[in-house]
């Protein structure tokens, strides 16, 4: 085994802490959790190593990092920013090397947690603070969830459109009062498909 680190990182300005594992100087390393990650970007790289210990033993290191997730709930703790117990092996992320039979267990057990209410709602959408949706990604779901319109102008023309957002910033209207029907001579009907 690799000497591994066990650190607790703490955030100066927000207290919020971080339980890791790295083979790295744990003084350097930030950390690798979703939700730590995206915390330290909302705000800022103010953070310190307030405990190390270095394990050459893996059964040690193992049975010392589930000890202390479990008597510290690191999960469940709203001071915590972990989002799964730490072990000391795997790291951040599950490197999907599982079984077909582990992955249907892990699912079960996922919709269980979701219909007796164990996940904490709030850290999850804390998980999700810093990300930004990528430009092609809101792109191909505006061409999805964009409806068909059938349009008359001012003159009396007719034709249709997709997208009636879009192509009520192109003319200068509001979207809002022109699906309703009709807005400043124009008017507007979905076409149901």
């Known amino acids: ?18 339980f890791g594992k790295t083979t790295k100087d744990p ?9 730590w990650i995206r915390h330290i970007k909302k705000h800022g790289l103010e953070i310190d190593t ?27 703790s709203t001071e915590w920013a972990n989002l799964k117990e ?29 219909a007796n209410g164990v996940y904490d709602k709030e850290k999850l959408r804390l998980s999700r603070i810093g990300f930004k949706q990528p430009q092609s990604q809101k792109d191909t779901l505006s061409k999805k969830l964009s409806k068909e319109w059938l349009i008359t102008n001012l003159q009396g023309n007719q034709f249709t459109i997709k997208n009636l957002r879009q192509f009520c910033r192109e003319n200068n209207l509001d979207q809002g009062n022109l699906s309703r029907g ?5 008017k507007c009907v979905k076409i149901e498909t």
Do not use: C
């Open 27 to 35: 003084n350097k390393y930030l950390g690798s959790g979703k939700h």
């Open 182 to 186: 009709s807005y400043k001579g124009w």
């Open 1 to 18: 085994m690799k000497p591994t680190y066990l650190y607790i990182k703490q955030h100066k300005i927000t207290k919020l802490k971080y």
């Open 86 to 114: 730490e072990n000391g092996l795997d790291g951040g992320f599950d490197k999907g090397w599982w079984s077909k039979e582990q992955i249907e267990h892990n699912r079960k057990k996922a919709k269980e947690r979701w």
């Open 50 to 76: 307030i405990w190390q210990q270095l394990f050459t033993d893996e059964k040690e290191l193992v049975d010392f990092a589930l000890k202390f997730s479990k008597d510290n709930n690191i999960v469940e």
